[in-house]
């Protein structure tokens, strides 16, 4: 009865679209005013205890940097240089899509500033390329998704601020993947490719221009190495890192491309100030809500669910990707996180299952990407049809392909964990 009430609670008020945060609250009120070993002082307890931790700041720092080097003309930039690598087919718009995503996600580190920063770039193009415009929506929606995979990836911070993950080797652990999925995505672009109508010819590389444009992108270009070089050289952790990329961002967009003003950079801390309420609004609501949880047993009573339900490895990582992509159409990517992330890391874990702590990580971080694009709840498709200017029920038929792609892909990531592993074993041991 305790249970029925508190997630009652829950999915009315998130039926009736009230804001995350004060979902996930009035659900642990509901649930701790029932309980007889809780009290309202252990919600605002835990509330504070949930946003005191150094590597949460980490996140919007990041974004903030991403809104800073994006307001500089980045992606303009980066834009060009994929487009001239990709010149020698008709489909490139398509390709600079997808991997254009795939780098600037690891500048960002958040899905819908990727999905923004490019599809208010390239969705434009696509249109004027003859692209049907669904597709292009959908090409953008779908390769927008890389953003939660590859770092510095919010969600990741995220996990690593409600357990004890290193989120420099979820980071290391994202790369694989990240190439997988851009990879998978473009394929299927290919394969869904518009027959007729596109307005463009093949371009031979022309090593010339390849050297001009690459200087031009050089200071994108060498963002995530610089910050990526400096956690694994030990220079900085990540939360230091985010800072560095902050400084960074500021200097490449007002002192080398100078295309960022005073107005514009006010702006940007504005709506990066907006983020970090919201995000730690729902990250003080979410830790209360999970501590709850934890007193009313409901991990050991999933585990013992799982784990009772099959023994077999396989089943229990199949039972648990499949939760993660029915929550994901209906919740947001961060309350999944800071709710979900701890909840299941010890089934995951577990000898009977097996899995790496790193392992695990990303392949919830997988499953988590498709929820951005299945409705109800998928932001992107919300982001997308606004940018293109067409209702979200033919975005929903235009990515449909690339979500049976990402669920493809989830599936290798979670039962090949040497794509996530060889690289954190390379540099770590």
Do not use: C
Request: aromatic residues 10%; positive net charge; charged residues 10%.
């Amino acid at each position: 009865m305790l249970l029925v009430a508190v997630f009652g609670t829950l999915f009315l008020l998130l039926a009736l679209r009230v804001p995350i945060f004060v979902s996930l609250g009035g659900a642990t009120i509901v649930g701790v005013l029932m309980h007889p070993s809780a009290s309202l002082i252990d919600v605002v307890r835990n509330s504070i205890n949930g946003i005191d931790s150094l590597v949460l700041f980490a996140a919007p720092l990041f974004v903030l940097a991403g809104n800073l080097i994006l307001a500089g003309g980045v992606s303009r930039r980066l834009i060009g240089w994929v487009d001239l690598l990709f010149g020698f087919s008709r489909l490139r718009l398509a390709y600079v899509n997808v991997f254009g995503s795939m780098f600037f996600g690891g500048i960002s580190g958040s899905a819908t500033a990727d999905s923004a920063a490019i599809g208010s770039v390239l969705v434009p193009e696509m249109k004027k390329g003859g692209y049907p415009t669904p597709y292009a929506a959908g090409v953008t929606a779908a390769s927008s998704s890389i953003g939660i995979i590859v770092p510095p990836s919010v969600p990741m911070i995220l996990a690593g601020a409600a357990t004890s993950v290193s989120v420099t080797k979820l980071f290391v652990g994202g790369y694989g993947p990240g190439i997988l999925i851009a990879v998978s995505l473009a394929l299927v672009a290919w394969i869904r490719r518009p027959r007729s109508g596109i307005h463009a010819d093949p371009e031979r590389l022309s090593f010339k221009r390849l050297g001009v444009t690459t200087y031009k992108a050089l200071p994108a270009l060498v963002f995530p190495v610089v910050i990526m070089g400096g956690i694994l050289g030990g220079v900085f952790t990540a939360t230091e890192a985010a800072a560095v990329a902050v400084v960074y961002s500021l200097l490449v967009s007002v002192f080398i491309y100078r295309e960022m003003g005073w107005k514009a950079f006010f702006n940007i801390l504005k709506e990066s100030a907006e983020f970090a309420a919201v995000v730690f609004s729902i990250v003080a609501t979410a830790q209360a809500f999970g501590r709850f949880l934890t007193l009313a047993k409901v991990p050991q009573q999933l585990t013992e669910f799982m784990l009772g339900f099959s023994s077999t490895p396989a089943v229990v990582i199949l039972m648990m990707i499949l939760l993660l992509l029915i929550i994901g159409t209906f919740m947001e990517t961060v309350p999944i996180v800071l709710v979900l992330y701890p909840i299941l890391e010890p089934i995951a874990t577990s000898p009977q299952v097996g899995m790496d702590p790193i392992h695990y990580g990303v392949t919830f971080m997988g499953a988590i990407a498709v929820g951005l694009l299945t409705p109800p709840y998928g932001v992107l498709l919300f982001v997308n049809s606004k940018i293109a200017g067409i209702p979200s029920a033919d975005l929903i038929k235009a990515v449909l392909p690339f979500i049976a792609a990402l669920i493809i892909d989830v599936l290798i990531i979670a039962f090949f964990p040497p794509l996530s592993l060889a690289p954190v074993n390379f540099f770590f041991g």
